[in-house]
T-cell receptor, first 109, second 114 residues
Framework: GQNIDQPTEMTATEGAIVQINCTYQ??????LFWYQQHAGEAPTFLSY??LDGLEEKGRFSSFLSRSKGYSYLLLKELQMKDSASYLC??????????WGAGTKLIIKP | GAVVSQHPSRVICKSGTSVKIECRSL??????MFWYRQFPKQSLMLMAT?????????EQGVEKDKFLINHASLTLSTLTVTSAHPEDSSFYIC??????????FGSGTRLTVV
């Protein structure tokens, strides 16, 4: 079967670093996405990993280990505007997205 | 770029009426578009996949006669919620795929049925 799991909620302090983990199980895999979604808005693309390793993009980085079925999103120098839900999703063998339930990130001053 | 325009952004309708939501890919041709529904504090739930020129593929539990999807051109897909009821109130989002892995989302439609 297929499943994907991420923590429901995390809290971090402004200026700090936070890592949001995502684990998945699937027989067919064609990459993993991270999206940011502010309340009441549509998701916006953050990253896409299809090969193992770390992809860095400014304050955000995403890591993938296909053998472990594991990914994380790393947010550095946290800002209050980073308070949002972070959704991970993998693409299965049919290129259909399987979504996690999202991690609500709360940033405190 | 890959821009998807969705409208209306908000709509309030009376119970029993129908509402049409449009999703357009502005700068690329979208052979496949996805329609999602999202209830408060929940993740995206895929409703259906629409392919240009063919019938949409609905996910289990989604009534195809209630949620009519039309993908008549490579740049336009529409979702019509027929005979809407208060339980249909939700956030509806379309997404289009550019190439094998590029997904772009519309801005979403907040539907409230009163």
């Amino acid at each position: 079967g297929q499943n994907i799991d991420q923590p429901t909620e995390m809290t971090a302090t402004e200026g700090a670093i936070v890592q949001i983990n995502c684990t998945y199980q699937t027989s067919g895999f064609n990459g993993l996405f991270w999206y940011q979604q502010h309340a009441g808005e549509a998701p916006t693309f953050l990253s896409y990993n299809v090969l193992d390793g770390l992809e860095e993009k400014g304050r955000f980085s995403s890591f993938l280990s296909r053998s472990k079925g594991y990914s994380y999103l790393l947010l550095k120098e946290l800002q209050m505007k980073d308070s949002a839900s972070y959704l991970c999703a993998f693409q299965d063998s049919n290129y259909q997205l399987i979504w996690g339930a999202g991690t609500k990130l709360i940033i405190k001053p | 770029g890959a821009v998807v325009s969705q409208h209306p952004s908000r709509v309030i309708c009376k119970s029993g009426t129908s509402v049409k939501i449009e999703c357009r890919s502005l700068d690329f041709q979208a052979t496949t578009m996805f329609w999602y529904r999202q209830f408060p504090k929940q993740s995206l739930m895929l409703m259906a996949t629409s392919n240009e020129g063919s019938k949409a593929t609905y996910e289990q539990g989604v009534e195809k006669d209630k949620f009519l999807i039309n993908h008549a051109s490579l740049t336009l897909s529409t979702l019509t919620v027929t005979s809407a009821h208060p339980e249909d109130s939700s956030f509806y989002i379309c997404s289009a795929r550019k190439g094998d892995y590029g997904y772009t989302f519309g801005s979403g439609t907040r539907l409230t049925v009163v």
